[in-house]
T-cell receptor, first 113, second 113 residues
Framework: DAGVIQSPRHEVTEMGQEVTLRCKPISGHNSLFWYRQTMMRGLELLIY????????DSGMPEDRFSAKMPNASFSTLKIQPSEPRDSAVYFCASSHTGANVLTFGAGSRLTVL | GDSVTQMEGPVTLSEEAFLTINCTYT??????LFWYVQYPGEGLQLLLKATKADDKGSNKGFEATYRKETTSFHLEKGSVQVSDSAVYFCALSVPFGNEKLTFGTGTRLTIIP
């Protein structure tokens, strides 16, 4: 298995632009998580899905952030409009319910100028 | 709410030194406890885990014992190597929490030859 695949690995954009981050979870995993990592706040859980349904989005910072999981093999995290304070590394992780272990992707490093 | 407190970093040690990274937790019920490791430019990887009191997780020479009486899960290694340089995260998940992980802030470890 290729693991959790995220794209793009690096994104540099200007304030106000729309950013879309993508994630392909491990086949057969039915839980998917989006985390954000910054020096100031560490790792923060933004949202997680179970069987493609959003279960808890309380970590989504504000309405500029949205996440979707249209099927079991794909999820997106969108920021519109982006702001410099959104600069961070965004991780996607997946797991099989009951396995109690998350597998993380390599992350998408976002820089908003 | 659930939380994890881990040793502030950064930690710098010489090769072959003994390592301890402290981690304590607060949780309802009986959580599972984890140590994840993040190497430069990569996503987090599971290092070890323990699911009940007095369990010892171990991997790659690292060990941690689930101590319910002190609500701790300290990471130890008897002789560190340069290749152990990374950021280490303590984390917990609670039963029926859909594998949602609560992370500590991370401890950056640097091993010098």
């Amino acid at each position: 298995d290729a693991g959790v695949i995220q794209s793009p690995r690096h994104e540099v954009t200007e304030m106000g632009q729309e950013v879309t981050l993508r994630c392909k979870p491990i086949s057969g995993h039915n839980s998917l998580f989006w985390y954000r990592q910054t020096m100031m706040r560490g790792l923060e859980l933004l949202i997680y899905f179970n069987n493609n349904v959003p279960i808890d989005d309380s970590g989504m910072p504000e309405d500029r952030f949205s996440a979707k999981m249209p099927n079991a093999s794909f999820s997106t995290l969108k920021i519109q409009p982006s702001e410099p304070r959104d600069s961070a590394v965004y991780f996607c992780a997946s797991s099989h319910t009951g396995a109690n272990v998350l597998t993380f992707g390599a992350g998408s490093r976002l820089t908003v100028l | 709410g659930d939380s994890v407190t881990q040793m502030e970093g950064p930690v710098t040690l010489s090769e072959e030194a003994f390592l301890t990274i402290n981690c304590t937790y607060t949780a309802t019920g009986y959580p599972s406890l984890f140590w994840y490791v993040q190497y430069p430019g990569e996503g987090l990887q599971l290092l070890l885990k323990a699911t009940k009191a007095d369990d010892k997780g171990s991997n790659k020479g690292f060990e941690a014992t689930y101590r319910k009486e002190t609500t701790s899960f300290h990471l130890e290694k008897g002789s560190v190597q340069v290749s152990d340089s990374a950021v280490y995260f303590c984390a917990l998940s609670v039963p029926f929490g859909n594998e949602k992980l609560t992370f500590g802030t991370g401890t950056r470890l640097t091993i010098i030859p």
